[in-house]
C-alpha cells in the first residue's frame, strides 16, 4: 500500500474508451477543469495530478446504465464497461475523510463522459490510522462487556419499532433479561420521540437491566439509539455511560462518517453502527459504492459493531453478497480496526447453520426481532432456539435433526421455516 | 400542511401492486416487522401507524429498474410505476432530520417489494421550523455582505483546483479583485491540504481581500471551504470570521445535513453549500432522491447559498432538471428559508441569457471558473464579460447584438461559444 497516494478502484461504463473515462475521471478530481487554465503548470501537475493505476475492459452493454451521458459523434452504440483504478496523492487532501470524500467520489458521479460509475474498492495510506484511532472495543471489547464466549452475540431489537412507552418497553426489556439474552437494541425509527423522551428511556430500560443483571449475574447490552444533531449525540452518549450503560447506536447515514467519527473521539461505550439508508448508495449496480468502501470508512471513522444484513433476509441483497460483507468486516484494516458484523432481518435460528457455514466463525452478533420475540412459546423460547441454531451449526449437525432433541428449536421451525 | 405528519412522495416501481408496496412501505417505516409481534396492538397502530394518502399508476416497465426484487408468484411481467404519498406521524421522531431520515428513507430502498425507490417530495410540519432556524443570510444577507444589487453575484472558482501555494492564491485573489469581482470560492477539492494549511491560505487570502478592499471600497467575498471533520468545522469557522472573512464553504454530503446544522448553530457568515457526491444519490432515476428533497433538507439545516450545477453544463444533468432546481431554491420553505442557487460549472458569458429566460430572476450566484478565468484577455475581462451577458439578458437583447458593442463579450464568445 503505497505511504502517500490514495487508490480507488472504480467500475465504470462509458460511451468513450475507458481510457477516456479514466482521464477525465483523474483530470476532474484533481488539477484539471474543462478548459486550462493559466497555473496548471507542469510542476502543479507533476506533485498533484491523479493517475490512471490500470484499465481493464470487462463487458459491454447495449444502453446507458445512467441517464446523461453525452455519446460521442459516431458512436458504435456500445457502452464499455470495465475497472478503473485511480490514484491521488494524500497531499492534495490529507488524512481527512470529509475531504478524501469530495476527492474520490466529488463530481464524478455527475460526469457526462460516465454512462455509470461506482465506487468499489479503497486503499488508505497509513496517515488516515494515525488521524482516525477507529474502534475502541470491536469484537474482544463487546465480548468482554457481554461476557458471550465461542458463540456468537445473540439478541434482539425493540419491536414494535414504534410506539411502546418507557415503562412498555422496561418491561420488554426485563422479560428479555429474564430469557438470558446477551443484547438488545432500539430499532433505528426509535432514538428520542416525543411519547418516549431519551431520558426517560434509558432510566426505565437501564434500572430494568441493572435489577435483571442482580439476579442473573451478567449484565444484557443494551445499544440505545442516540442518533440526532451534534449536540444530542454527545449528550445522549454522556447520559447512557453515566447511567451504566455499555452500547450506543447510531444510524450513520444520518449522521455521517464524520458525524461517526466526532462521536468517537469521546465515546466510551461500543459505537453500534446501524446502515439504514445505505440501499440508497448501492443498490444500483452501476452507481454509488459497494459495501467494501462502506465498511473501511465506517471502521476508519470508530464503528464497533456494523449492520450487513443477514442470510435470506427481507431485502434485496443477494446472500452471496451478505457474506462478502460479513467477509469484509472480518478483514483487517491497517493491521485491526475490527469491528463486529450484525447479522440482521428477518433472522432466526434457522438462518444460522448457513450463516456459519458462509464465514466459518461465530464472531458476529446475530440479531432476530421478530424471529425472536415472536416463537410461539415467548422470547425466552426465541432466545434458546437461536443458541441452539448455533449449537447444531458449530457441531455440523443438520438443524432439522438437532430439533428432534430440542422442543424449543422444533418450535421455532414450525413458525419461521420456509420450506 | 400537517401540523402533526410528515407527508413523503416516492415514485415507485414494484413488481406487486402498487396498493401492495405501499402498505409495505408504510409498515416497514413505523409499527410492522415481518412478522406480527406481541405489543402492536391496535391502540399503538392508530397512533404511530404510517398512513397511505395516494396511491397513482403511472406506467410500468417490462423489466425491473434495480435487481433483487421478488416476484410474486405468477407474476405477469410487468413492474409497475407510480407515485405514492406515505403520511407518518411527528410523534413517531420528533422534529429531528437524522432520525426523520431513518423514517422517510431508511431501510426502504433495500426493499425486496421494491424495484424502483425514489424519494421525491418531502412536506415538513412546522415544528422543524421551531427546530432549525435556516440559512440566516440568504439572498438578503449576501448581497449586504458583497454590497451588490440587481444582478446576480458574479463569481469564480479557484482553478487550478489543486496545487496552488497560499502565496500564489493571494496572487490570483489580488487579480480577480482588482478585475472587480465580487466572489470567489475554493475548489471542493481544497479544504486543508498539507501543501496549502488552511490557516496560512486564510492569513494570506484575507490579506489580499483586504488590501484590494482598500482600493477598491468594495470587500470581495471569498468562501472558504472548512468542510472537514467535527472539531475542525468550528476552528476553521472561527478563524476565518476572526480574520474578517464573510463566508465558509462545506462540501454537504461530506458532513452530512448533521453537520450543516451543527455549523449553522454557530455560524455568523454565510454559508455556502457545495453539493458534491450528490450525484450519487440521483443519477439513477428509479433511487435515491430528487433535488427537491435534498435542497429542503439543506435549506432547514442552514445552507445561505446551494449549488445547482448549471445550464449547459459539464454534467449529465439536463438543463430543464436545472431550471427546477433553482426554481425550487427560490420557493418559500415555512414561508422563508431563502437560499441563494449557485449556478455553476462550465459557464461563461453566453450561460446568462438562457438561465435569466429561464427563472426571470437575478437571484442566482452565477460562478464561472474556467469560463472567467481562462478568458482571452484575463479575468478581468472574464468578469466583464459575464456582467455583460446578463445586462444582455435582462435587457432581452441578443447576446451576439450586444457583442458587437462589446469587445470583451465577442471576446467571450469567440472562445468559448459552442456553436
Not at 102 to 107: D, E, L, R, T, V
Not at 174 to 182: C, K
Request: proline share 6%; net charge negative.
Amino acid at each position: 500500500m503505497s505511504k502517500d497516494r490514495v487508490v480507488a478502484t472504480y467500475y465504470v461504463e462509458t460511451p468513450f474508451s475507458l481510457q477516456r473515462a479514466a482521464e477525465v475521471i483523474a483530470g476532474e478530481q484533481s488539477t484539471g477543469t474543462f478548459t486550462a487554465v493559466p497555473g496548471e503548470t507542469e510542476e502543479v501537475k507533476d506533485r498533484h495530478a491523479a493517475r490512471i493505476e490500470l484499465v481493464e475492459e470487462l463487458d459491454e452493454a447495449g444502453a446507458p446504465a445512467l441517464p446523461g451521458a453525452a455519446v460521442p459523434p459516431g458512436h458504435d452504440g456500445r457502452f464499455r464497461r470495465g475497472r478503473i483504478k485511480v490514484s491521488f496523492p494524500l497531499l492534495n487532501f490529507g488524512p481527512s475523510i470529509p475531504n478524501l470524500l469530495s476527492a474520490i467520489a466529488g463530481n464524478l458521479y455527475e460526469l457526462q463522459e460516465l454512462s455509470g460509475l461506482r465506487l468499489v474498492d479503497l486503499e488508505l495510506p497509513d496517515a488516515f490510522a494515525a488521524r482516525y484511532p477507529g474502534p475502541k472495543f470491536g469484537v474482544e471489547g463487546t465480548r468482554r462487556l457481554t461476557n458471550v464466549y465461542g458463540r456468537p452475540i445473540l439478541g434482539t431489537i425493540v419491536k414494535p419499532s414504534v410506539g411502546l412507552s418507557p415503562k412498555e418497553l422496561a418491561g420488554l426489556v426485563t422479560r428479555l433479561a429474564e430469557a438470558g439474552i446477551d443484547f438488545i437494541k432500539d430499532d433505528e425509527l426509535n432514538a428520542d420521540p416525543p411519547y418516549a423522551p431519551f431520558e426517560e428511556k434509558v432510566e426505565a430500560v437501564i434500572e430494568a437491566v441493572e435489577r435483571a443483571a442482580d439476579a442473573a449475574g451478567r449484565k444484557i447490552m443494551y445499544a440505545f439509539n442516540i442518533t440526532g444533531d451534534y449536540d444530542e449525540l454527545r449528550r445522549r452518549h454522556d447520559l447512557v455511560v453515566e447511567k451504566g450503560g455499555t452500547c450506543v447506536m447510531v444510524s450513520i447515514m444520518s449522521v455521517g462518517y464524520a458525524g461517526l467519527a466526532a462521536l468517537n473521539t469521546y465515546s466510551e461505550v461500543p459505537i453500534h453502527g446501524h446502515r439504514n439508508q445505505w440501499g440508497m448508495l448501492t443498490r444500483c449496480p452501476l452507481l454509488g459504492m459497494e459495501f467494501t468502501v462502506f465498511q473501511k470508512l465506517c471502521r476508519l471513522a470508530g464503528a464497533d459493531h456494523l449492520h450487513v444484513n443477514g442470510l435470506n433476509s427481507k431485502f434485496y441483497e443477494s446472500n452471496d453478497s451478505v457474506v462478502r460483507s460479513i467477509q469484509a468486516c472480518a478483514a483487517p484494516l491497517f493491521g485491526g480496526y475490527g469491528t463486529m458484523p450484525v447479522v440482521s432481518s428477518a433472522q432466526w435460528a434457522g438462518t444460522a447453520p448457513a450463516t456459519y457455514e458462509a464465514i466459518n466463525s461465530v464472531d458476529v452478533m446475530h440479531l432476530a426481532g421478530g424471529g425472536m420475540l415472536a416463537h410461539p412459546d415467548g422470547p425466552a423460547a426465541g432466545f434458546t432456539s437461536m443458541k441452539l441454531g448455533w449449537e447444531a451449526a458449530v457441531s455440523g449437525i443438520p438443524l432439522t435433526e438437532y430439533a428432534e432433541q430440542h422442543e424449543v428449536l422444533k418450535r421455532a421451525i414450525e413458525k419461521f421455516g420456509r420450506g
